[in-house]
């Protein structure tokens, strides 16, 4: 597998700027309308442009559109000047069809915020393999920003802290008081969901650091192998979450990172809440499986970072260095991800 190019950053955004989304699987903006449009609102009031990809309000089944559709719609993104951040809708089950449409070369002549989770993770590992740009593991429109308060002011404090800073040398998260993962029907939601009392756990001792890489670990699998996959290599800080999934699953995803060898060459990692996790009876949690995968290797685990499915979610920079001190409980960016 090739290297990955020299770290490109884009600008930090501004009030006034434009952000235009896309639809590059599920097409929530046709099944959740009220959602998207209360989405549209919240980011329109905080003072950015709203641009529409082509795809808004279609749908073709499972997804938005046709895998040429979804390409041209992000593509005309990564071309409009006046777009400085591109934000997916929500993720699904195909963004990885995308990968090979894209259009690169216009995206290093006019590098942009992109920002996405779950499986536009694939895009946001593509586009960093192909060009070196740092893309952002973090919100989605309808996702995220069509949630109510007080989860989504939270979201967006993550989001803007990160991506419209007053200095762009380091970054130290604040992780929240309370989340969640309770679902509710999305068109007839009018509360805030419950809330639990937070806990993430710093299981090791000192301070490691090493480039973030990763995302969800199952749409990581959708791209394993491929030329848009970065290579995981010595020191890496590998970030992983995962939603809805059984523990069965986890435990092969868990396994899968094992037998290729990649907890031999990371030195941390950052688990993220998984939202309903399946323990199909048997009392165990994620951090019980990935333990019994690692079989006693003594590698440092931050358990239960908000950077996942779940309410309020952090901004994260995937291609840059972080800093995590297990001792001082603390993840820190310690390297410049905007310019």
Known sequence: MKPTPPRMLAPALRKGDGIGYFSPSAPATHFAPKRYQRARA?????????????????????????????????????RNPRVRCIMSTIGGSNSNALLPYLDYKSLCADPKVII???????????????????????PALVASFGELPPLVDQTFEYFSSLLMPQETQEYAYCLPDAWTDEMLPWEEQERTKTLAPNHCEFLGTGQVSGRL?????????????????????????????DSLKSIATVERLFSFLKVNGIFE??????????EKFDADGSGRAPIDVLQEVLNGQELPIVNGFDCCHTHPMVTMPLGVRVSVDFDNEQVRVIQPWVT
């Open 42 to 78: 919240y980011l329109q009031e905080k003072g950015f442009e709203l641009v529409s990809g082509s795809l808004a309000g279609q749908s073709d089944y499972y997804r938005s559109g046709t895998i040429q559709d979804r390409a041209a719609e992000l593509n005309d993104l990564i």
């Open 116 to 138: 996405g989770y779950s499986d536009v993770t694939s895009i946001l590992l593509g586009i960093h393999q192909k060009t070196g740009l740092v893309t952002f593991y973090g």
């Open 213 to 241: 890489i990763g995302g969800n670990l199952n749409t990581i699998w959708s791209i394993w192998g491929s030329p848009y996959m970065p290579t995981i290599v010595e020191g890496d800080v590998l970030l992983i979450e």
């Open 265 to 274: 060459r990371i030195c941390a990692i950052i688990l993220g809440k998984h």
